[in-house]
C-alpha cells in the first residue's frame, strides 16, 4: 500500500513544529513580512507553472510550495499584500509567451517566480530580462547567457546528474545504461551524468557509448528501450524523467525484464504526485537530490510541519520546497527594496543577498550563474513506518555551476 504522509522519523518533529509553525512562520529566513503593511500598496507577483500538458504532475506542487509561505505569511512579502497571478505554461516553451507577457504588460508584475520546463526559461527569460523584471525560477535550469535578471532557486540541469555520477562509478560493480527525454533539459541532465561518471572511471552500456534518449513527450511505453537493457550486461540504470514520463517508465521498468537491476535517477523521478501514481513499483529506487524531508533543522521542521498540516499529513516534495524558498528570497528582496518597490530595486536586493536560510539547508547563490550552491542528497524510496518515502541514506557532493 502506497501513502505519502509524514514518515515515522519525521511525526516526532512535526508534532513539535506545529506547535510554532504558524507563529514562528519566517523567522527562518526572514521577518520582512511581519512589518506592517500600512502605507505599502499592493504589488502583483506572476507565477507560471504546469496546470496542464506532461508537466501537470510537478506544476501544483510549484504553485502550493509558493502559496503555504503566502498563507504562513499573512498573504505578505516584504509588507506588501500580494496578489499572486497564475499562468498556465502547459507543455513549456512557446505556450508560455502570452502568459509572461499579459503579467508584465497588463498585471505590471514585479517578479516572475515558477517555471517547470526548461523551454520556457528559454522563451520567458529573454522577454522579463527586456522589460527588466526578475525571474525566480523553481524549475531545472539550462545554461542562459545573461542571467542578469535570472535567479534559480532550484539548481543547474547538469547537477542532479553531476552529484550521482561519482558514486555510481564508485559503488555499481559493472557498467550502467543512462536514458533521458529527447529535449534540451534532458541533455543537460544526462549530460551531466555521464560526463562526471566517465571521467570518475565509469563506463556506459548504451549502444555506442552514448545515453540513450526517447521521443517526449510521444513516449508513453518505455518496453521497448528496456528490453535492450538486460542484454547489455549493465549492472545499474540511471535515468532523468519527470511528471508522466517518470511515472511510465517507473511502472515499465517494474514489469519489465530489467526489473531486477538497480534504478538510480534524478530525484524527480519519485517526487510528489509521481510517488503517488508509482506506489510499490518505486520501491527500491535511489535518487539524488537537493533535498529531503528528513533533514533535521529548525527551517525544515517549520516547512514540513506547515505543509503537512495543509495536506492532510502529507511530506513536502521538493519541488514545493523550491517555491517556498522562491517566496522566501522575494520576501526578503521586496522588504529591502522599500516601501516603493520596482522590479529593478527588488532585482539588485537579490543580487546582493548572502547565505539563505533554507529548509535543504543553507546555500547561495553563484555570483556568476545565479543558481545555488548546495549540498545533495542521496535518498532511497522505501517503506518508512506504513509508508513508502524518499528517505535520506547518504551525503553526496557540494554542488554550484
Aim: charged fraction near 15%; hydrophobic fraction near 40%; glycine fraction near 10%.
Amino acid at each position: 500500500m502506497f501513502s505519502s504522509r509524514v514518515s515515522v522519523r519525521l511525526r516526532a518533529a512535526v508534532a513539535v513544529g506545529a506547535v510554532t509553525a504558524l507563529a514562528a512562520a519566517g523567522c527562518s529566513s526572514s521577518t520582512s513580512s511581519k512589518s506592517s503593511a500600512k502605507g505599502n500598496a499592493p504589488i502583483n507577483i506572476g507565477l507560471i507553472t504546469a496546470l496542464t500538458g506532461s508537466n501537470q504532475a510537478l506544476g501544483p506542487d510549484h504553485l502550493n510550495g509558493f502559496q503555504l509561505y503566502l498563507d504562513t505569511h499573512n498573504d505578505m512579502l516584504g509588507g506588501h499584500k500580494v496578489s499572486l497571478k497564475v499562468g498556465d505554461e502547459a507543455n513549456g516553451g512557446a505556450a508560455a509567451v502570452p502568459v509572461a507577457k499579459k503579467m508584465i504588460e497588463q498585471d505590471h508584475v514585479l517578479a516572475i517566480a515558477g517555471i517547470v520546463a526548461t523551454p520556457t526559461i528559454q522563451a520567458v527569460v529573454p522577454i522579463a530580462t527586456a522589460a527588466g523584471v526578475p525571474v525566480v525560477n523553481t524549475g531545472g535550469r539550462p545554461t542562459v547567457k545573461d542571467v542578469s535578471h535570472l535567479w534559480t532557486m532550484s539548481f543547474m540541469s547538469t547537477d542532479p546528474g553531476a552529484s550521482m555520477g561519482p558514486y555510481m562509478a564508485q559503488n555499481v560493480p559493472g557498467s550502467v545504461y543512462a536514458f533521458g527525454p529527447d529535449y534540451q533539459g534532458g541533455y543537460d541532465q544526462l549530460r551531466g551524468f555521464t560526463d562526471a561518471y566517465t571521467k570518475a572511471g565509469g563506463k556506459l552500456a548504451n549502444d555506442g557509448g552514448k545515453a540513450t534518449f526517447t521521443p517526449f513527450p510521444n513516449t508513453t511505453d518505455f518496453t521497448p528501450f528496456l528490453s535492450k537493457v538486460k542484454a547489455s550486461g549493465a549492472k545499474a540504470i540511471y535515468c532523468f524523467y519527470t511528471g508522466q514520463n517518470a511515472i511510465d517508465f517507473v511502472k515499465d521498468w517494474s514489469q519489465s525484464d530489467a526489473k531486477d537491476i538497480p534504478l538510480y535517477a534524478a530525484g524527480f523521478i519519485t517526487e510528489g504526485g509521481a510517488l503517488k501514481a508509482e506506489g510499490q513499483a518505486a520501491n527500491g529506487i535511489i535518487t539524488t537530490m537537493n533535498y529531503s524531508p528528513d533533514i533535521s533543522s529548525a527551517a525544515n521542521r517549520q516547512f514540513v510541519s506547515a505543509w503537512s498540516q495543509k495536506y492532510n499529513g502529507e511530506a513536502p516534495p521538493a519541488t514545493a520546497m523550491y517555491s517556498w524558498d522562491a517566496a522566501s528570497v522575494l520576501d526578503q528582496a521586496i522588504a529591502k527594496a522599500g516601501p516603493n518597490p520596482t522590479p529593478d530595486a527588488v532585482n539588485s536586493a537579490i543580487k546582493a543577498m548572502g547565505q539563505i536560510d533554507s529548509p535543504r539547508g543553507t546555500w547561495q547563490l553563484s555570483a556568476d550563474t545565479h543558481v545555488p550552491v548546495q549540498k545533495w542528497y542521496l535518498r532511497k524510496v522505501e517503506m518508512d513506518g506504513t509508508a513508502l518515502a524518499n528517505v535520506k541514506i547518504g551525503d553526496l557532493a557540494t554542488i554550484g555551476s
